[in-house]
Every structure is written in C-alpha cells, then in structure tokens.
C-alpha cells in the first residue's frame, strides 16, 4: 500500500482570525490559524484568502519508491509534478488544489475508553449510570477524517487522484460523478462530487462514538442557535458512519462522524455503485440531504472569486 494515511489540509477563507476562537470552542488544540485534535495536531491550518477554498493536502506514504511510482503514473497522465526533499508535489490542473505526498510513518490512533452498553442478552452496565451521563464534559473531537470538495471535472478529478495520487474507490454514485476515495483504512478521505467551481464543501472529524456526537453537536447548536445547523443526524450507507453537519463561523460545513466503515483488505472490499437514493443519504432521520448541502449560502461568492481568478 502506498498512501496510508491524510496527513493535514490548507483551507483559505477571508478572514482567518474568526476561526482560532471557533477550534479551540469545539475542543482542538493550537493556535493561530494551525488546529487539530489532541491526538493528531495541526491537522487543519488555516490562510487567508479571497474567498473560502480548499488550497493544500498533504498525504503520507510509505517510502521514496512510492514517490517514484506516484512520479511515473503521473507523467503517464500527463501531468506536471516536482520531486525533490524527500517529497512529491503538484496542483492539480482542474482544480489548483496543491497536493504534497511524503513518506510519513505509520498513525496509530489512542484507544479511548469505550462506554459500557445495555443489550437483549448482553447487560454490561449494572449497578452504574452510563457513561455520557456521568462525563463532566463532552468528549473532544479526535482527528480530522476526511474532505469532501466539488469540481467542475470530477470523473477528471478522480481520475487523478486514483491512476495518479493512488487514492483507493471505495464506493461510488452517479456513474462515478460522485467517487469515494480514501489514502486510509477509513472508507472515505476524499470524496469528490460535481461543482460549478472547485470548492470545500466540507471537512469531516472524528468523534468517539453515537453519544460524543450527539452531546457534542448538541453543544454547538445550543451555542449558536439553528442557522449553524446543515443536516442531521442521520447515518450514511455509504461509509456507514453516523454523522451531523453544521455550519463553521467562516461558511463552511463541518461534520462531526463516528463509526466509519474501516477496509484493510482492498481486494476483498467490493466497490457499490448501485444505491437507492431513498436509502443512501441516512438510514434513519431525514431521508433526503438538504439542498443546501451541495449549495452553501456562499456559493455564488465562490464562483465570483474562482471566475475573477481566472479571467
Ligand atoms: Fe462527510
């Protein structure tokens, strides 16, 4: 395997500074526009911009030979890289998105204490309050797991980062529109759907479990009320997490996901790509995503400041 793991991403918005109070609020650490979890920090920095933006991901590899095989599938695409100090790297020429690859070790996330369940047949908590209950604060979120961004080229787009960057299909819709790719074990780290222009359409974080997300998404509405809310709760069938999206203070969606398909063995995983749309969303709550999911309030800002880039 080569890509085994997201290392960190490079999100532009215009005003960098509103978001230092918003990731130390929802429990990551750091400071001055570079924030992640406890257990994997400085996972997302942010830059200014002109306009909100996906600008760089850093994935990790095994080796230098890893490095000379992304070289050589890339130069079979026809696209131009550099490779020199230990790293390889490129913009993605539908996009603009940096990608670096580096040989990086492996990530062994911390195991957290799991809550102890009741179940017909299995009572594992007797005599006891549970857990959530009795945890005097919300647990922190534990890395960032995945980006879900849009483009105007996806089938290009996955394309490249499949026969290219070696991202793996995990599932996909659309014919293919919609492609979910992962550098992990977790089912998605990328997933890349249509876009009138490229954007970020959201990050993803890992909580602990069904209650670290709802006690911590709940957290987070109470303090900022319903207009950050974006969707959910629900699970995916594709990828199986639990998952609840909301809205960050600089626009873009954030998701807070638990329990995400895991694939070690990529020759046994099989890819879908037939999903009933009634059932794919969630398979429980609201059935349909919002329309504002794949049109955030800002989009037209977006494409003005692509469009102005590049006129
Ligand atoms: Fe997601």
């Known amino acids: ?12 918005v215009a005003d960098p500074a509103t978001l230092d109070a918003f990731y130390q609020e929802i429990g990551f650490v750091g400071g001055d526009g570079l924030w992640g979890a406890a257990d994997q920090p400085g996972q997302i920095r942010i830059v200014e911009a002109p306009y ?60 957290q204490p799991k809550r102890t369940q009741n179940s017909p047949g299995v009572r594992g908590r007797v005599g006891k309050r549970a857990e959530v209950i009795t945890e005097p604060t919300p647990r922190p979120p534990r890395r960032l797991g995945h980006i879900v961004v849009g483009s105007p080229k996806p089938l290009e787009t996955t394309q490249l980062m499949t026969e290219g960057l070696g991202y793996r299909v995990s599932d996909s819709l659309g014919g293919g529109l919609a492609t979910f790719l992962r550098c992990s074990p977790d089912h998605h780290n990328l997933l890349v759907t249509p876009g ?37 709760p629900g699970r995916h069938q594709i990828g199986g997490n639990i998952f609840w999206y909301m809205l960050d203070p600089s626009g873009t969606f954030f998701e807070y996901f638990a329990d995400m398909d ?29 329309e504002v999911f794949f049109a955030p309030q800002d989009m037209q800002v977006i494409v003005d400041g692509w469009n102005k880039a590049h006129s």
């Not at 046994?268 to 969630?282: K, L, V, Y």
């Not at 398979?283 to 995503?289: E, F, H, I, T, Y």
């Open 1 to 12: 395997m080569a890509l085994h793991r997201m290392l960190d991403v490079e999100i532009g």
């Open 196 to 232: 009138q222009v490229p954007y970020l359409n959201h990050y993803a974080v890992e909580h602990d479990d069904f209650d670290a997300v709802m006690r911590a998404a709940t957290v987070y509405l109470t303090e900022h009320g319903d207009e950050r809310q974006v969707a959910g």
């Open 262 to 290: 895991q694939i070690i063995d990529d020759e046994a995983w099989e890819i879908g790509t037939d999903w009933n749309p009634a059932e794919s969303w969630s398979v429980w709550g609201q059935k349909q995503q919002p």
């Open 52 to 111: 909100r933006q996906l600008r760089k991901v850093r994935l990790g590899c095994e080796d230098e030979a890893d490095l000379d095989a992304t070289a050589k599938r890339l130069e079979g695409l026809g696209v131009k890289y550099q490779k020199g100090g230990g790293r390889l790297q490129l913009v993605d020429p539908h996009n603009e998105w940096e990608f670096i690859i580096e040989p990086a070790p492996a990530y062994v996330q911390p195991e």
